[in-house]
């Protein structure tokens, strides 16, 4: 891994099936913290977010992330970027729902389409190959012109070329999904890559660990005394 990378067990995640996504040119998260004075900026940080649509652990990830960053919000200011992996590539199931979120990424709401197809996959049993699946999705962030964009062929060469060219194309491959990166070029600078999904206590304990190298305190609560 890049250096800056935390040792630490990996998360729950899900393995990609054997069939390799082809390359080009080749076949085949802390309670307690201090408030910084209202005077300092929050520090940036980006969140790179590898996943799929159809992978439990993704969505458990997402989850224990967000908590994780709403509770750390007065320290930071966080960027999210979610980048699609495909579990299943020859099937291509979940191409579609990867390539709505994308074009919703101009509209603010790649998140909530990632969040609306775990909800349509997992508590509806929905087929997020389905075009009826995922117009339902946008109609319910009111995503207009939808049914036009997911009708064309637009944004599928790029969905295949971004995939392809994943910086860490051969770990994530190996190692699964979700694959998360947290990283802030304040201060010294900063990188965090965390395989797998992680409680948020987890989340907040890396984030905390980065703020502390670009110059930001974050103490925390004494563990209570024993009894």
């Known amino acids: 891994l890049a250096a800056g990378s935390l040792s630490l067990s990996t998360g729950r995640r899900c393995l990609p099936y054997r069939t390799r996504v082809p390359r080009p040119g080749i076949c085949g998260s802390t309670d307690g913290c201090h408030a910084m004075p209202a005077s300092n900026p929050k520090t940036k940080v980006s969140v790179t977010f590898t996943s799929d649509n159809v992978c439990p652990w993704c969505r458990k990830g997402k989850i224990e992330l967000a908590a994780a960053m709403a509770s750390l919000d007065h320290l930071a200011e966080f960027h999210v970027v979610y980048k699609p992996w495909l579990l299943r590539p020859k099937q291509r199931d979940t191409t579609d729902s990867h390539r709505l979120a994308r074009w919703a990424q101009a509209k603010g709401l790649e998140g909530a389409v990632v969040d609306k197809a775990f909800e349509a996959h997992f508590d509806r049993k929905e087929d997020l190959s389905r075009l009826d699946t995922l117009l339902r999705i946008a109609d319910e962030l009111q995503l207009e012109g939808a049914r036009d964009f997911l009708l064309s ?54 984030i905390g660990q980065l703020l502390s190298k670009a110059g930001i305190a974050t103490a925390t609560k004494p563990p209570p005394a024993k009894l």
Do not use: M
């Open 153 to 206: 062929d637009q944004g599928l060469d790029q969905l295949s070329l971004e995939i392809a060219s994943h910086p860490r194309f051969d770990l994530v491959q190996n190692s699964g999904v979700p694959w998360i990166e947290f990283e802030t070029k304040e201060g010294s600078g900063a990188l965090k890559v965390v395989p797998g999904a992680q409680g948020s206590e987890t989340f907040k304990l890396i």
